[in-house]
């Protein structure tokens, strides 16, 4: 398993916006590049559940609670992957974490997101 590390979480008003990163420094570029690549939440009391995925040729899939509203992107060179979240609602707070799907595999630590009503 292979340690993702995640930043941008935090405290955001309703509406408010924020950009969720996913560093891979322990995996190879190419790992990295033909890897597929998610973003998932879980709230307090609730079931881990994807948000966003990204493919190796750069499609993407989003949960139905937040397609229009976050976007997933990914950068193969500096194996970072993204996560806008724009018109945060208050059940989007949760734990938010990356993942990373391929020849190796592995989670980030997670990071908190608390949208305040």
């Known amino acids: 398993q292979v340690r993702l590390v995640e930043s941008g979480g935090g405290l955001v008003q309703s509406g408010g916006s924020l950009r969720l990163s996913c560093a891979a420094p322990?995996?190879?570029?190419?790992?990295?590049?033909?890897?597929?690549m998610g973003w998932y939440r879980q709230a307090p009391g609730k079931e881990r559940e994807l948000v966003a995925s990204?493919?190796?040729?750069?499609?993407?899939d989003y949960a139905d609670s937040v397609r229009g509203r976050f976007t997933i992107s990914r950068n193969g060179s500096r194996k970072i992957m993204w996560l806008q979240m724009n018109g945060l609602k208050p059940e989007d707070t949760a734990v938010y974490y990356c993942?990373?799907?391929?020849?190796?595999?592995?989670w980030g630590q997670g990071t908190q997101v608390t949208v305040a009503a």
């Open positions: 322990r995996l190879i570029t190419s790992t990295f590049i033909n890897s597929v």
């Open positions: 990204i493919n190796r040729d750069g499609t993407t």
């Open positions: 993942h990373c799907q391929g020849s190796e595999s592995g």
